[in-house]
């Protein structure tokens, strides 16, 4: 295997060791790689090479690594200096030598005083090298005064080797692990568990195999944290232990137990070590380097397989002891840390402290929005069956909430509904909880009809708790679910928002505000709220500047399921804006970040299937909106209508079944594209075009305006008409739609001989990317006896695999077969078929198991 991450001091050595004559001191903590970069110049160096390793034992006999280097015996009778004189003349006579000594910081004093003689008297073809640990020694001045010794015209040069920074550690691990790059989030998982040593990196990897290339990352990464201290790690420690003081064990001990930077007070405590010995001890572990300084005043040990290597060593009954006194000294600091303090009282056995400090971690951990660190901590307190089922309820609640910006929503629901088929007694902790269900399956899991009876299950429990049924009623209000007329819904709004009133915000109030301005926007009244739900409102309605600008503010956020939906919107927009460059690529990354929150698959699988729709995959559009169709039997509406627009009359849900559902719900605001495919058909009506006109006359909804003089000019054959809807979705910066307009315009034209517009229309479609749009406006005028030929552009993948063929092809190479590859990617089997098909002929494969050295991620 190459040396990786130790360029610079390759080169400095290899010019050192061709400098005759010389010394080479070669310094560095263990594990770092002080001898395998000794080894690398030694393959690709002539001359004879001796090599001799000190011992760390008492009784190690003298000269004992220089007898081991020469193969022969020095030690003779006479004085020290005649025996010095031989091994010098042996050295001498030998012609180009490299003699080097391994580990001095172990040397005897024979050994050094033996170096120091020949670095005074070196022979002109010899170069002498002596590793060492700076902090393993207390021979450290005599070992750098080597170089003091040296005669004039020699030369003396030493190499400190630092352990491997970010790019070096990612480099070895790749290596080691037959991958071209590691993922990010591995190799810093690497730095801190292995402090950057080659040593450790290699023993912790010794065992690690990835199949054809891949990594997942995560797996890994448990992998990783489940596995035991390599075996020469650990020796390598209990070595170095060894040679320090009892009460400095102790301390290094105390610091693997704390798992954390820790001040000298605190790891003094847990170690029962104070005043003179606890000084001396931290002064022993900083200057062998077992213990680092990460923070100023905070103490560590260097890194995470030290701190495991050191714990397994340490008996089980002193662990728990240490693991208490570890509470109690933590408990002292002010704030305390409850999260550690919850981990050392469960490791302590102190179950009752850990419920309490775990569940109060939880807490800060969802106020400071490490909302995955809260989930974690509530899903592992409700595996402890002994819990009462009112404190199990509390805490499925926390769970429910926590849970929804992570996007966990299947696990925590089953947890929840677990906690619930424990009592049947009606109460207001148990309408907390069916709350909580519904508003996750309601928001996130796409079972909208069962999310709304928990939600209206949960109002008739919650009189105790005006707040949480504050909070039920107003999810219920949203007019994007159910079936429930608007003026329902508007009535369980406003019991809500009496039901709240003027109290301070908390967790219901933000619930109520929020699902508030979900309402008012889906009757095209703008909201100043924030958030991406009220972001996706207002693209509904046309404000894509302002929904950008909402969806630019949240974008820092790590939670998944807001990262996601941040994306489905963006990609909405991205298609309404012409911006099609990439976004089929976007829309497959995004795809596989949302494969467990089925209603932003469907957004996406909207965008997706009209992108394909225009550019002329029609079987393959019309599948992925038939896929929106069925995930949003009880909405999301704005969903269902646009995907029922978008497939026209060919949908297996009537048009007309979608206007009744707008007028029910007073949705015009985002019926646009709807009211626009009712208006194509024939016999386009002059009655839906003035109701449409009238609804959205007094709404802030510029997509809707638009679509009305849209509407308005294919009822009554308008080209003025259609020209003034192309201006208004241009000031909207909808290109798509501008382009929809000028081809209406076009084609009236066209009727009266003026071909120009369609042509433009058609070359308009063709840059944007929307091939099959173009293909029938060329149709039309081909048909109008108008000769055209297709704008020279991007013409399909050619060769290269499409996206959807790529994310099927790495499917299949992960051993996924047909059918769950079309039920992962929600298509049909035959599709999956065509695109395998595609994918292997274009990469030239002849079986499905060739396909992963191609497709590797």
Known sequence: MKLVGRDQELRVLRTAVRAVPGLVLVVGEAGVGKSRLVAEVQASQGGRWLIGQCRPVEDQIPLAPVIEALGE????????????????????????????????????????????????????????????????????????????????????????????????????????????????????????????????????????????????TAAVIRALANKPAPVAVRASLTIRLQQIPDFCREVIRAAAVLDAPASQAVLGA????????????????????????????????????????????????????????????????????????????????????????????????????????????????????????????????????????????????????????????????????????????????????????????????????????????????????????????????????????????????????????QYRLALGEVDEADGVEIAGGLAWLGHDRRSTALLDRAAETEDPFTRTAIAATRARLDFAAGNWVGLAERLAHVRREAAGLPLVRAELDLVDGRLRLAQGDVAGGKELLESVLMATADGPWPLRVAAVAALGRSAGVGVEDCLALVRRKDGWAWAGDLVVCAASGPGGSQGLAAEFAAAVAERDAPAAAAAVLLVRALVEESVELFDAAAEQYRVLGRRYDECIALEGRGLRLLADGQHEELVSVANAYEAMGARGDARRCREVLREAGVAVSPKRGRRGYGNALSPRELEVARLAADGLSNSRIAAKLTLSVSTVEDHLSHAMRKLEVRSRHDLAPRVAR
């Not at 989930?375 to 404190?391: F, I, K």
Request: charged share 25%.
């Open 270 to 517: 847990v170690a029962d070590v104070n005043g003179c010995q606890l000084t001396t001890a931290m002064d022993t572990g900083l200057a062998r380097g077992l213990v680092g300084e990460p923070k100023s005043g905070l103490y560590d040990l260097r890194h995470a397989l030290a701190r495991r290597a050191i714990y397994e060593t340490i008996p089980s009954d002193e662990v728990r002891r240490l693991h208490r006194r570890a509470v109690s000294a933590l408990a002292a600091v002010e704030p305390p840390d409850h999260a550690q303090i919850a981990e050392h009282s469960r490791s302590g056995g102190s179950l009752d402290d850990w419920m309490i400090h775990a569940e109060l971690a939880a807490d800060h951990a969802q106020a400071r929005g490490d909302h995955a660190a809260a989930v974690g901590r509530l899903s592992e307190m409700l595996e402890v069956e002994a819990l009462p089922w009112a404190d199990r309820a509390r805490l499925a609640v926390k769970l429910g909430r926590a849970a929804a910006p992570t996007g966990q929503w299947a696990s925590a629901v089953a947890t929840m509904r677990a906690v619930l088929a424990g009592s049947s007694a009606v109460s207001a902790v148990r309408g907390r909880l069916r709350l909580a269900v519904g508003v996750l399956l309601q928001e996130q899991g796409g079972e909208v009809r069962v999310g709304r009876q928990e939600l209206a299950a949960a109002v008739g429990e919650l009189g105790e708790d005006p707040e949480s049924a504050a909070w039920a009623l107003s999810a219920l209000a949203v007019p994007g679910f159910g079936p429930e007329p608007i003026g329902e819904q508007r009535a369980w709004l406003d019991r809500a928002l009496q039901l709240v009133g003027d109290q301070s915000e908390g967790a219901a109030q933000l619930a109520v505000r929020r699902n508030q301005a």
């Open 73 to 216: 015996p020095v030690l003779r009778s006479g004085t020290r200096h005649a025996v010095f004189s031989s091994v010098l003349d042996q050295l001498a006579s030998a012609g180009p030598t490299v003699l080097q000594i391994e580990d001095l910081q172990w040397a005897d004093p024979g050994t050094l005083q033996l170096l120091r003689f020949l670095a005074g008297r070196l022979p002109r073809d010899l170069v002498l090298i002596g590793t060492y640990r700076q902090e393993d020694t207390q021979h450290a001045g005599e070992i750098t005064a080597l170089a003091g010794c040296v005669p004039i015209g020699a030369r003396a040069t030493e190499i400190r080797v630092r352990p491997l920074d970010w790019n070096g550690v990612q480099d070895l691990a790749a290596e080691l692990l037959g991958v071209k790059s590691l993922p990010p989030a591995l190799t810093e998982e690497l730095v801190k568990r292995t402090g950057g040593l080659p040593f450790v990196v290699e023993e912790l990897l010794r065992d690690e195999t990835l199949g054809r290339g891949t990594i997942d």
